[in-house]
């Protein structure tokens, strides 16, 4: 059993030197092969443009992962939380029918519009169908429903054309060493980086965070102690809505707003979240971090439309060697 | 003069005619009635898979009565959920899964007093005291803990909100018997202080030795009701519920 797991690690991890090292062989003829001079300039700079896609997936992640942690349920439609934001603040911001906003207050809304769609979920479909006893089995295949619905609707108002927001569209990059960042990159990636320590403080530190925690432990203990655990439901779907709009006007920012980018991203975040361990929200920014790193350094090596590919294929290296995932813990017995 | 007569004799809580289950069409309590008076410490005792465990947590709001009522202190409270009987004063300790393992000492006593959190320090000095084990580990994380200080850990929370009604369910269940006598122990002290306790044991004789008064539970009726050291040598209950060693004592 375990010569087995290690065997299948071991194949996979051949898989991914294969490529390498047929590179090498090749010589002057593979010019973006790993070796040259520029290699380890190039590997800095898509080790940063890693981070970088990594905490925009953990911020659409953190809320995928908050409600999969209290309610058990497998969002689907949680990647057209990211659509939503992203192609609501295009609309305030630089659509020709739209009003025209500046980016900032546009992402305000779109922020506060996910946050209201996490609300509608759970009123208008969570709570009702849960009251009437409806398993986490059929309301999973109910949020796939959702997803479509939803991704749906936005064609229909938004259509196919990707689009970029007014402000901040071309930069030229500053260098930094070998690394060349835009400023607008930058700004979004420690952006990010900030929200996602704003939410570990308030998951540790605030009395709210704390219940959520304590839901996500043991729900009926939680009502014992007072909490009403619907109002704490409630509040994640809101804060993983909320979220989930701000990373899809990020992600629309330093790529392009597209009617489909949420749905290609929730890819990503299942990944992120199984990768760092199901259920907790610090397991779900490792994760993703780790799997932004691992699609953007891939491209290193092989075609960029294999990205995703190979950060599918990282996620079953590591679960095979620890099966509760980075920072999950193995269950305990007794 | 006769309000406060009144209130004297109404008891904390009355169940009465209790029925509830789990699934559908299966009642797992059929009829069932309880009554802990102020200040009164009240057992129940009764085989596996009797319905004591369920019985608390219908009362507690945990799961839906089917029939019957369930009143705390003459305010008829059937049916309300269990964060808003807290509000009114009755605390629970769950027989499994006590505790919130992925939460430190502290943030389980923390969300033991979560409705009323300017409570905390207050309330955790007096728990602390009287469950000194706690204050040397109050960043350790409720998981890591043994049987027994999780079980310590579990009352304790459910005491921060200084109920007037705490329901127990096995408080004793996994401990080694000077375990199980700190815990009884304990369990007396806080009713000496006033809170009345509805205490669910599988340790029956231990459990009626210390109770006012206690009720035998038999798939989800009640069998028998008395005055905890009658029962305990009522020859019905020795042969049926406590088993003939409990004679030999
Ligand atoms: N969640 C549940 N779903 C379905 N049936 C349940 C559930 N919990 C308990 N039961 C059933 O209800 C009956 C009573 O269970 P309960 O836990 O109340 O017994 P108990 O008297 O507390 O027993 P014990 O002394 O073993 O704790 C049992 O037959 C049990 O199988
Ligand atoms: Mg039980």
Redesign the pocket.
């Known amino acids: 059993m375990r010569c087995q797991r290690v065997f299948t690690a071991a194949l996979a991890l051949g898989l991914v030197m294969l490529p390498a090292v047929t590179a090498r062989a090749r010589g002057e003829d593979a010019p973006r092969g790993p070796v040259g001079p520029a290699f380890g300039g190039r590997a800095l700079q898509a080790l940063v443009d890693g981070i970088q896609f990594g905490v925009i997936i953990a911020i659409t992640a953190v809320g995928l992962s908050l409600v999969f942690g209290t309610i058990h349920l497998i969002n689907f439609a949680h990647g057209e939380f990211v659509t939503v934001g992203a192609t609501f603040a295009f609309f305030l911001n630089a659509s020709p029918a739209g009003p025209g906003w500046h980016l900032i207050p546009a992402a305000v809304a779109a922020v506060a519009l996910g946050a209201l769609l996490g609300a509608a979920v759970d009123r208008g479909v969570w709570r009702p169908l849960r009251a009437r006893g409806t398993g986490l089995i059929n309301l999973f295949i109910v949020t796939i429903g959702l997803s479509l619905l939803l991704r749906h609707i936005v064609l229909v108002l938004y259509g196919t054309r990707p689009g970029s927001y007014a402000q901040y569209d071309i930069q030229s990059a500053i260098g930094l060493g070998p690394v060349g960042i835009t400023p607008r990159d930058l700004t979004v990636t420690v952006l990010a980086v900030l929200v996602l320590l704003g939410v570990a403080v308030l998951l540790q530190r605030t009395r709210t965070g704390t219940a959520v925690r304590a839901v996500s432990a043991n729900r009926d203990l939680a009502e014992a102690s007072g909490i009403d655990v619907r109002r704490v439901v409630l509040f994640v779907w809101m804060l993983g809505g909320g979220l989930a709009a701000l990373g899809g006007v990020f992600f629309g920012l330093v790529e392009t707003v597209t009617w489909d980018m949420g749905f290609k991203l929730l890819l990503m975040m299942f990944a992120g979240i199984i990768l760092g361990g199901l259920g907790s929200a610090y397991g779900a920014m490792a994760g993703s971090l780790v799997i932004g790193v691992v699609a953007q350094m891939s491209t290193l090596w092989f075609p960029v439309d294999l990205q995703y590919a190979w950060a599918l294929l990282v996620l079953i290296v590591v679960l095979l060697v620890r099966p509760q995932g980075i920072l999950g813990r193995a269950e305990r017995v007794g | 003069m006769r309000a406060n007569k009144r209130e004297r004799n109404t008891p904390v809580l009355a169940a009465e005619g209790i029925v509830a289950?789990?699934?559908p069409g299966?009642d797992?309590l059929r009829g069932c009635s309880i009554e802990v008076g102020p200040g009164e410490l009240v057992g129940v005792i009764?085989?596996?898979?009797?319905?004591?465990?369920?019985?608390a947590?219908a009362v507690f709001g945990l799961l839906r009565v089917r029939a019957g009522t369930v009143r705390l202190n003459g305010e008829d409270v059937t049916g309300r959920p269990a964060h808003e009987l807290v509000r009114r004063g009755v605390g629970y300790v769950p027989?499994l899964q006590n505790v919130f393992a992925s939460l430190t000492v502290e943030e389980n006593l923390r969300m033991g007093v979560y409705l009323r959190p300017r409570d905390y320090a207050r309330r955790a000095a007096a728990v602390e005291e009287l469950f000194p084990v706690l204050a040397a580990r109050r960043r350790q994380k409720a998981g890591s803990m043994s049987g027994g200080e999780r079980q310590m850990l579990a009352m304790a929370r459910a005491l921060m909100t200084e109920p007037q009604l705490l329901l127990l369910?096995?408080p004793s269940a996994g401990l080694s018997p000077l375990h199980q006598d700190h815990v009884f122990d304990r369990v007396r002290e806080i009713n000496g202080a006033g809170v009345a306790v509805l205490m669910?044991e599988?340790n029956a004789r231990r459990c009626l030795q210390i109770c006012h008064r206690g009720y035998v539970?038999d798939q989800?009726r009640n069998a028998y009701t008395g005055r905890g050291t009658d029962l305990l040598h009522d020859e019905k209950v020795i042969a049926c519920y406590l088993g003939t060693l409990a004679r030999a004592r």
Request: aromatic letters at 4%; charged letters at 15%.
């Open positions: 289950g789990y699934l299966v797992v009764g085989p596996n898979g009797a319905g004591k465990s369920t019985l947590k027989q369910d096995e669910v599988q539970l989800g």
